[in-house]
């Protein structure tokens, strides 16, 4: 308990230092979410390898998501994504309706415009864990009511 305690002060410092550094001047604000989207895609490298040093091969793609899903974000989030959704055609909703990152926000629609910031380092957890698995895709998020939220992946064919 007290690990997860520590990841969530952790990520809200990262956020916040560096939404600090950017107002005096030492950068964009545009800036810093790559930067926590590029943090956090080498931390989903480095989990995913970890993860999977002992699991069987992937069958498919869906296997893969339901990995993500289930397993992957069991270990970093202590509870599975609520819903997985997918056209089959490479675009897959991943809906975590308390999302961990966010609750310790104001359920409020006050904050509401904050929440993006907060979620660039798991769109990259989720894109480099996948890259590490040979998938290469685009993941985006969106808040619609705190602290719910739905992560867009859309899988790039090659």
Aim: net charge positive.
């Amino acid at each position: 308990m007290a690990d997860e305690a520590l990841f969530l002060l952790l990520h809200s410092e990262m956020v916040a230092g560096l939404y600090r550094a950017a107002e005096q001047g030492e950068g964009e604000n545009g800036r810093c979410t790559t930067k926590l989207e590029s943090m956090g895609f080498r931390v989903g490298q480095g989990l995913i390898e970890r993860f999977t040093k002992d699991t069987a091969r992937f069958k498919d793609e869906l296997d893969i998501m339901k990995f993500i899903c289930k397993d992957f974000w069991t270990t970093v989030f202590k509870k599975q994504i609520d819903n997985l959704r997918t056209n089959h055609q490479g675009i897959y909703v991943l809906q975590d309706n308390k999302f961990r990152l966010l609750t310790q926000m104001s359920a409020g629609k006050q904050y509401l415009e904050h929440a993006p910031k907060y979620l660039a380092f798991t769109c990259g957890l989720i894109r480099g864990g996948l890259s590490n698995l040979g998938i290469k895709s685009i993941v985006t998020a969106e808040v619609s009511s705190m602290p719910a939220c739905k992560f867009q992946v859309m899988i790039q064919k090659l």
